[in-house]
């Protein structure tokens, strides 16, 4: 993997990846939109573990899609690289949206990214579409996806990190 310095992952795949990753498999399907993708980790394994998958990657930090659209081009990935805010610019629908979302804001935690994207998320699901995402252990977002969602559950967990997986 290519990454640039203030790239989130630069030089190493976080832990939090790794679990989310541990969770993909070959019946993950469809248009798949990996949501503030950095240098585009999950995306390169995701189509290395399923061949069915069109990848929309999206990113705010422009150095995190240079180094996306590096690594994409690396491992002859095709997808489509999208500068956006959350879904600022996105304007269809996806069978699934997977992210590892940021829980800091400089040097602050700050839940307002992660809260966005799961109450918006359902406006860019296809019918029985997929929110899988990973965040520490210690924090919960329960009360809001059972807000959001018809259900979900958390597929893996260990002890500093969980992966949640909502379906509409």
Same mark, same amino acid.
């Given at each position: ?12 795949? *976080? ?8 969770? @993909? ?21 995701? *189509? ?10 999206? *990113? ?28 600022? *610019? ?42 899988? @995402? ?6 919960? @977002? ?6 959001? @969602? ?13 992966v949640y997986q909502a379906i509409v």
């Amino acid at each position: 993997m290519k990454t640039l310095p203030s790239v989130f992952g630069h030089k190493k795949i *976080d832990a939090g990846s790794k679990l989310l990753i541990s969770t @993909f498999t070959d019946k993950m399907r469809g248009n798949i939109l990996d949501l503030g993708t950095g240098s585009g980790i999950l995306s390169i394994l995701l *189509d290395n573990i399923s061949k069915k998958i069109h990848l929309t990657l999206t *990113d705010i930090n422009l150095i995190a899609l240079l180094s996306c659209k590096i690594n994409l081009y690396h491992h002859n990935i095709n997808g489509n690289i999208l500068s956006s805010n959350l879904y600022n *610019d996105i304007n269809k629908r996806f069978d699934i949206i997977i992210s590892n979302p940021p829980i800091h804001r400089d040097l602050k935690i700050s839940f307002k990214t992660i809260i966005n994207m799961i109450k918006n998320s359902v406006n860019y699901l296809t019918k029985k579409g997929e929110l899988r @995402f990973v965040t520490n252990t210690f924090l919960s @977002f329960d009360r809001i996806l059972n807000d959001t @969602f018809n259900e979900y559950t958390i597929l893996k967990k260990n002890k500093y990190f969980k992966v949640y997986q909502a379906i509409v």
